[in-house]
């Protein structure tokens, strides 16, 4: 594809809609975010047919994704609700965006490694910023030492589980590239649980996914809920216990996805 056939424009949505949103890209496993799902791939259409006006590439809609998403932590810096309900929208924009990077970078035929890579930091780098913001908002200020060093502490550590729970599913790309194993496509065979316990276990959380919870979308509205909370039961206290709530359920879900990843066939050559 020449450069002048890279920046050429759709002729209509439907047109767009055909080339970006194929369905092996609507129906990924896992993949494609509910929001996304529900309404954010309706409207990403139209946002990607501004963008294609211009010369912006799909790594630089990746460069908006991550601002948003960064500023959608620093929005929880501001304390109580306002806070909260600003890190909501900028957090469904950090969404819009990921999805138009992707859109871009598929109308253009410009899909790269780096892509891959910025929007991996983009995603690690929000939850793990919003992750110590909360336990900012739970120490409250004005920020007291060394009382307050408690709930800052949670906060890092929670920011370190999740990172780690994100980081069990690239370390399983990496075990199989050193192994020479092929890429695992969405197959859900390839991810279930091969010992009858855990697989019992996996069929529960289907029922109650609180590992979904710590995505940063997820996140935003948990913390929006507590936020509403906290103006009638008195705030610090719920964001307080909302941090413990968190840690404890980040916790559990990093132990059952190393156990699922190491009972599954992902691992096995």
Same mark, same amino acid.
């Given at each position: 594809?020449?450069?002048?056939?890279?920046?050429?424009?759709?002729?209509?949505?439907?047109?767009?809609?055909?080339? !970006?949103?194929?369905?092996?890209?609507?129906?990924?496993?896992? #993949?494609?975010?509910?929001?996304?799902?529900?309404?954010?791939?309706?409207?990403?259409?139209?946002?990607?047919?501004?963008?294609?006006?211009?010369?912006?590439?799909?790594?630089?809609?990746?460069?908006?994704?991550?601002?948003?998403?960064?500023?959608?932590? #620093?929005?929880?810096?501001?304390?109580?609700?306002?806070? #909260?309900?600003?890190?909501?929208?900028?957090?469904?924009?950090?969404?819009?965006?990921?999805?138009?990077?992707?859109?871009?970078?598929?109308?253009?035929?410009?899909?790269?490694?780096?892509?891959? &890579?910025?929007?991996?930091?983009?995603?690690?780098?929000?939850? !793990?910023?919003?992750?110590?913001?909360?336990?900012?908002?739970?120490?409250?200020?004005?920020?007291?030492?060394?009382?307050?060093?408690?709930? !800052? !502490?949670?906060?890092?550590?929670?920011?370190?589980?999740?990172?780690?729970?994100?980081?069990?599913?690239?370390?399983?790309?990496?075990?199989?590239?050193?192994?020479?194993?092929?890429?695992?496509?969405?197959?859900? #065979?390839?991810?279930?649980?091969?010992?009858?316990?855990?697989?019992?276990?996996?069929?529960?959380?289907?029922?109650?996914?609180?590992?979904?919870? &710590?995505?940063?979308?997820?996140?935003?509205?948990?913390?929006?809920?507590?936020?509403?909370?906290?103006?009638?039961?008195?705030?610090?206290?719920?964001?307080?216990?909302?941090?413990?709530?968190?840690?404890?359920?980040?916790?559990?879900?990093?132990?059952?996805?190393?156990?699922?990843?190491?009972?599954?066939?992902?691992?096995?050559?």
């Amino acid at each position: 594809m020449s450069a002048s056939d890279s920046y050429r424009r759709p002729a209509s949505i439907a047109q767009l809609r055909e080339v !970006t949103q194929p369905p092996e890209v609507r129906q990924r496993r896992n #993949a494609e975010h509910w929001t996304a799902h529900l309404y954010l791939r309706d409207i990403s259409l139209y946002l990607t047919w501004t963008l294609l006006k211009t010369r912006i590439s799909a790594n630089g809609v990746t460069g908006f994704m991550i601002l948003t998403g960064w500023l959608t932590a #620093a929005a929880l810096l501001i304390p109580g609700f306002w806070g #909260a309900l600003i890190a909501v929208v900028l957090g469904q924009l950090q969404m819009l965006f990921d999805c138009c990077d992707g859109e871009v970078a598929r109308w253009r035929n410009s899909s790269s490694p780096a892509g891959h &890579f910025l929007d991996a930091v983009g995603h690690y780098s929000t939850e !793990t910023f919003i992750a110590i913001v909360l336990g900012l908002r739970a120490a409250a200020w004005p920020f007291e030492a060394p009382d307050d060093y408690l709930w !800052t !502490t949670l906060g890092f550590a929670l920011a370190l589980v999740l990172v780690l729970n994100k980081a069990l599913n690239d370390l399983t790309r990496v075990a199989r590239a050193y192994a020479g194993l092929p890429r695992l496509g969405n197959a859900e #065979a390839d991810a279930a649980p091969q010992h009858r316990l855990i697989a019992l276990a996996r069929r529960a959380v289907k029922f109650f996914p609180f590992h979904r919870m &710590f995505h940063s979308v997820e996140l935003t509205l948990l913390t929006f809920v507590v936020a509403i909370i906290a103006l009638f039961t008195g705030s610090p206290v719920t964001e307080r216990v909302y941090l413990v709530v968190l840690l404890a359920f980040a916790i559990l879900g990093l132990i059952g996805h190393f156990l699922a990843i190491m009972s599954s066939k992902r691992l096995k050559s």
